[in-house]
């Protein structure tokens, strides 16, 4: 199957710096990718949806500004989580749609935010 | 709009069988997937049905009924590292996956 990585796997920062998480399909183009954060015994919430060389689709409560999206090439996204506060603390995971019929999102092993 | 129903959790014997349901109601319909999640760990993909039928795949099978909009997921000859979370998982019109609560399935041996 399709592999999708993503660095750092984990991060503790302090409270007010800018983290960057990078989502990248190995051995495929993704068009569409998607981030997510799940929070301890919780469901994935769906953040963004990131499309190759547009702007990013933020879902409600999400805020743009603080979560920064880009999806540069058909193989990178990157998000970044500006002025980090502990509330901001989670499992944040990118996933790539691999379309043309063979329709399926595929996950990278997610990025464990700690902030201090 | 979309919901997804799935049972929080179910426990089932080491080598038995178990069936995880899941209903759902949309407008919009792409498929249907199935991912397992162990704790502390990102989704991986089991299966995706569009078309109506079971689709087998080793241990594991997959239902989808769109007239009912019902699908399940089936483990056979259960082991202990299937202990983990089973999410419903239903594509909408825009190819985004709206997710299920998810199913923490507990295995005894």
């Known amino acids: 199957g399709a592999v999708v990585s993503q660095h750092p796997s984990w991060v503790i920062c302090k409270s007010g710096t800018s983290v960057k998480i990078e989502c990248r399909s190995l051995?495929?183009?993704?068009?569409?990718m998607f981030w997510y954060r799940q929070f301890p015994k919780q469901s994935l919430m769906l953040m963004a949806t990131s499309n190759e060389g547009s702007k990013a689709t933020y879902e409600q409560g999400v805020e743009k500004d603080k979560f920064l999206i880009n999806h540069a090439s058909l193989t990178l996204s990157t998000l970044t989580v500006t002025s980090a506060h502990p509330e901001d603390s989670s499992f944040y995971i990118c996933s790539a749609r691999v379309g043309g019929g063979r329709e399926t999102q595929y996950f990278g092993p997610g990025t464990r935010l700690l902030v201090l | 709009g979309q919901n997804i129903d799935q049972p929080t959790e179910m426990t089932a014997t080491e080598g038995a069988i178990v069936q995880i349901n899941c209903t759902y109601q949309t407008s919009g319909f792409n498929g249907l997937f199935w991912y397992q999640q162990h704790a502390g760990e990102a989704p991986t993909f089991l299966s995706y049905?569009?078309l109506d039928g079971l689709e087998e795949k080793g241990r594991f099978s997959s239902f989808l009924s769109r007239s009912k909009g019902y699908s399940y997921l089936l483990l056979k000859e259960l082991q202990m590292k299937d202990s983990a979370s089973y999410l419903c998982?239903?594509?909408?019109?825009?190819?985004?996956?709206?997710w299920g609560a998810g199913t923490k399935l507990i295995i005894k041996p």
């Open positions: 998982a239903l594509m909408d019109s825009n190819y985004q996956l709206i």
């Open positions: 051995d495929f183009q993704a068009t569409t």
């Open positions: 049905n569009v």
